[in-house]
C-alpha cells in the first residue's frame, strides 16, 4: 500500500501531523468494526502503518538530491548519470 492509498482510506488529505493520523484512524475504527468489517479493519490498520511512516518520510532528501541533478544538469555540458549520483553521495557524505 502506498501512501495516497492509506490516506484515501483513511479519509483524510496527506499530512505529516501525529494527530490528524490518530483521530482519522479513531473514526474509521469507529466507523468499521473489526467484527462487522474484518477485511476493512485490517485495511485501516495498514493504512495507518503506512500513515505514520509518511510522517517520517524525510522530503529534505529527495528535494537535495533533485536540487544537485537539476544544477549539475543547467550548468554542465557533459551531464552524466554516474557523475550525478557520485556528486549526491558525496554531499551527503560530508553532512
Known amino acids: 500500500?502506498?501512501?495516497?492509498?492509506?490516506?484515501?482510506?483513511?479519509?483524510?488529505?496527506?499530512t505529516?501531523?501525529?494527530?490528524?493520523?490518530k483521530i482519522a484512524y479513531s473514526k474509521m475504527l469507529k466507523k468499521y468494526h473489526s467484527e462487522e468489517f474484518p477485511e476493512m479493519f485490517m485495511k485501516i490498520n495498514e493504512a495507518y502503518r503506512v500513515a505514520l511512516e509518511f510522517e517520517k518520510f524525510d522530503f529534505n532528501l529527495i528535494y537535495s538530491i533533485y536540487f544537485i541533478y537539476y544544477y549539475y544538469t543547467l550548468?554542465?555540458?557533459d551531464c552524466d548519470l554516474n557523475n550525478v549520483c557520485f556528486l549526491c553521495i558525496f554531499f551527503f557524505c560530508i553532512i
Request: glycine share 0%.
Open 75 to 77: 550548468y554542465s555540458k
Open 1 to 14: 500500500m502506498n501512501f495516497d492509498e492509506a490516506f484515501k482510506i483513511l479519509e483524510i488529505e496527506p
Open 16 to 21: 505529516a501531523d501525529k494527530k490528524k493520523i
